[in-house]
Structures are given as structure tokens and as C-alpha cells.
């Protein structure tokens, strides 16, 4: 079994926010296979169990805030008797473009809060990433106020299509093709300047 981590803040103020697009991620993934999320206090997750790509899967929303993730994350993994290395996370990046993803086999948090609490929680790097892009913040912006802004108008097209491509990453990793999706989705970042 696998277990795919979508990171975001619980409640309807966050919804629809940069920072829950790991929820939208899952929220995705559970539509296209019809699997049902439900509340599990034990793990204070939303949690639900299927198929995909002919993999069982689970699929989890930390119901903890995104600055305690693990918390929820290290239950499961605990429970299921599965090793990090079976898990893989769904988050937001504000160092990508809206829409671009970045698949990583390994490596270290970025920063980024929920991952941070991951990686402590669980003692390990080495659990594969999905990162989505959701742009980087205007200068007169903070941090914390752009990741809990909505997308605007003109972003909805570019945040739809990364989803999209973060299905499908999910998809081929599931697949055991990781190296396969970092090469599909990977964008290459080309100096300016050059071709």
C-alpha cells in the first residue's frame, strides 16, 4: 500500500487558498477514483482507501494544520506498518511558477512548514515529493499572507493543469516510473538569456 499526503489547513477559510493545494491535489485524485474520504479521529485525518494505477492506496488529508502534518502522518505510517518510503506528499511551492510541478525522489523540507514536521516526525528525507507551484509573492506581500491568498482569475487555468499534471505524476510514481514523471514534468529551467 501507498499512502499520498495532500498538506493544507482544515476549516473554510483556507479553502481555495494557495497554501491547501496539496487538499485540492487529493481532493482530485479521489474524484477521478471515485474514493470517499472520511473523518478518522484516530489519525485526525480525513482518510479513504482504493485503487490507483492498480495500486491500493490511501489517501490523506492531515486535519492537523499544516505546521503539525507529521503528527498525523507518523499515526498512519505507524498504524499501516508502512516505512516513509511507501508515502508520497502533495504541497504548494512559491519558488515555482503557478501551475509547474517538481517531482523529488528525496531531499530536504525547503522550508516549507508542514514538511518540515514531516521530516522530523518520521526521521527521514527519503519519501518521493510531488511540489505544485503556486507563484511567488508580490514584494509588498508577506509570506504568510500570500501562501492564505486565493488564486486570481487569470491563475485558474495554470493551477487546473497543474493539478491535472499532479495526477499524473501520481499516477506514474504509483507505476514505480518515478524517474519517468521527473522527466515528463521536471521543466527544465533554462538560463536567461539563453535557449
Not at 482507501?49 to 499515526?75: D, H, R
Amino acid at each position: 500500500m501507498h499512502i499520498i499526503v495532500g498538506l493544507g489547513n482544515p476549516g473554510k477559510k483556507y479553502e481555495n487558498t494557495r497554501h491547501n493545494i496539496g487538499f485540492e491535489a487529493i481532493s482530485a485524485l479521489a474524484g477521478d477514483y471515485g474514493i470517499k474520504l472520511k473523518n478518522h479521529s484516530r489519525f485526525r485525518a480525513f482518510v479513504g482507501e482504493g485503487q490507483i494505477a492498480g495500486k491500493s492506496v490511501l489517501l490523506v488529508l492531515p486535519m492537523t494544520y499544516m505546521n503539525l502534518s507529521g503528527e498525523s502522518v507518523i499515526k498512519i505510517l505507524n498504524f499501516y506498518k508502512l516505512p516513509p518510503s511507501q508515502m508520497i506528499v502533495i504541497y504548494d511551492d512559491v519558488n515555482l511558477p503557478v501551475g509547474d510541478i517538481r517531482i523529488r525522489e528525496r531531499g530536504s523540507s525547503g522550508g516549507q512548514k508542514g514538511m518540515i514536521n514531516i521530516i522530523a516526525h518520521t526521521k527521514t528525507e527519503e519519501f518521493p515529493r510531488v511540489r505544485i507551484g503556486v507563484g511567488n509573492k508580490p514584494p509588498q506581500m508577506s509570506l504568510s499572507d500570500y501562501v492564505l491568498s486565493r488564486f486570481f482569475k487569470e491563475e485558474m487555468k495554470d493551477i487546473v493543469d497543474g493539478l491535472h499534471k499532479a495526477v499524473k505524476s501520481v499516477e506514474m510514481i504509483l507505476q514505480g516510473d518515478i524517474l519517468g514523471a521527473m522527466s515528463t514534468f521536471n521543466k527544465k529551467i533554462t538560463p536567461q538569456g539563453g535557449e
